[in-house]
């Protein structure tokens, strides 16, 4: 990607995420980039090609946070939580403006549901190395797991949303609230061993 199609992005995304995509138009961009919108639009022709480049940017981050086994699987399970609040942070607009951005754009929508479904067969595969290693307990309800998840989700997509009709403004400190949301609504499916490190391992702000 060349340096001018970069600087786009970013002025883009900071643009959005301040002002939300409404407010945002090709010539607020161009002048925030100190560029011509001609030249801008050499490299996006629309304010929506602009919006897809950065989605599939944000997914390709999303990708990179992986679950690695390791001696703390319940931390790096934990971990996960975290970083993926991280970086959804760096892109909020994206959640605050989500359903608005899946109506007009089938491309990213039809990505998305895609998306779901691996990223939902992922986290049942983490979940049964979790049962192997007698950290998750096993379900004691039909696709409890996989509800578990689509709940999940669910908040991933409208926590920030939920956040920002209460405040003015997001700011950082919703990373530690959102993670700490998530990581209370797995305890009640961790064993007693598990249970018993949870809490050695975590922020006691995060407990």
Known sequence: ?????QKILIKSLA?????GISKISLRTIADE????VGNLQYHF????DIIEALYFQLVEKMDAIFFVPSDDLLKSFLNISKEIITTLYEYNFFLLDFVAITRKNQKIKNHYSELSKRREIEALKMVVILIDNNLFR?????????NLFKRIEII????FSSVFIQANHLSKD?????????NQSIYPYLTDKAKNQY???LSPKLV
């Open 45 to 48: 022709k629309k304010r929506e």
């Open 33 to 36: 980039a100190e560029i011509s």
């Open 199 to 201: 809490a050695n391992f």
């Open 15 to 19: 643009l959005f995420n301040s002002n």
């Open 138 to 146: 096993e379900e004691l309800l039909k696709n409890e797991y996989q």
């Open 156 to 159: 991933s997509n409208f926590w």
């Open 1 to 5: 990607m060349n340096a001018t199609k």
């Open 174 to 182: 919703s990373i530690q609230e959102y993670t700490l949301l998530i």
